[in-house]
T-cell receptor, first 111, second 115 residues
Framework: EAQVTQNPRYLITVTGKKLTVTCSQNMNHEYMSWYRQDPGLGLRQIYYSMNVEVTDKGDVPEGYKVSRKEKRNFPLILESPSPNQTSLYFC??????????FGPGTRLTVT | AQSVTQLGSHVSVSEGALVLLRCNYSSSVPPYLFWYVQYPNQGLQLLLKYTTGATLVKGINGFEAEFKKSETSFHLTKPSAHMSDAAEYFCAVTPRPGANSKLTFGKGITLSVRP
């Protein structure tokens, strides 16, 4: 079954405590991306990756890092989380500019 | 640059009534257009897409949308609403395949269906 998995699904943390949200896909897609969803703002792209070792900033990259060491994995790293990073995060994968497939989401709360 | 406008944040219809969710886009190049649906506590699921060819596209669950280039619109319709259609709907646009297949989303519309 084609899947995009994210872990954890829910996370409550404190300001400044480093965290990583993992994303894994089994569809052999080259393109992967992270979005955050906030009420009234829709989804906004954080970072994306065209292939292994190729990453670039999206619209709202401040405070985030990513890495792409394997094709199937694309973790999102928050080195020093702040309350304004409280959000719902989605990983997505795609191939060749067509539709993207989304993970189930990670709800992050930073206190 | 590209953008998507979804007017209004909430639409309420009666079960069996027509569903019409509006989407207008702005894009400097011919875009690909998508509608996604998000059910409570779930990720986004693709409803339908327009890439090339026929401008009326049919998707899952009885939804369809028509690409109108002259109006820069891609409105989503369903002839008869069902209770299970209650969800949040997002229109999205991406430029033709290139360096970044970024989806630019509208702000979303919540659809409520009254019994």
């Amino acid at each position: 079954e084609a899947q995009v998995t994210q872990n954890p699904r829910y996370l409550i943390t404190v300001t400044g405590k480093k965290l990583t949200v993992t994303c894994s896909q089994n569809m052999n897609h080259e393109y992967m991306s992270w979005y955050r969803q906030d009420p009234g703002l829709g989804l906004r792209q954080i970072y994306y990756s065209m292939n292994v070792e190729v990453t670039d900033k999206g619209d709202v990259p401040e405070g985030y890092k990513v890495s792409r060491k394997e094709k199937r994995n694309f973790p999102l790293i928050l080195e020093s989380p702040s309350p304004n990073q409280t959000s719902l995060y989605f990983c997505a994968t795609g191939q060749g500019g067509y539709e993207q497939y989304f993970g189930p989401g990670t709800r992050l709360t930073v206190t | 640059a590209q953008s998507v406008t979804q007017l209004g944040s909430h639409v309420s219809v009666s079960e069996g009534a027509l569903v019409l969710l509006r989407c207008n886009y702005s894009s400097s190049v011919p875009p690909y257009l998508f509608w996604y649906v998000q059910y409570p506590n779930q990720g986004l699921q693709l409803l339908l897409k327009y890439t090339t060819g026929a401008t009326l596209v049919k998707g899952i669950n009885g939804f369809e949308a028509e690409f109108k280039k002259s109006e820069t619109s891609f409105h989503l319709t369903k002839p008869s609403a069902h209770m299970s259609d209650a969800a949040e709907y997002f229109c999205a646009v991406t430029p033709r395949p290139g360096a970044n297949s970024k989806l630019t989303f509208g702000k979303g519309i919540t659809l409520s269906v009254r019994p």
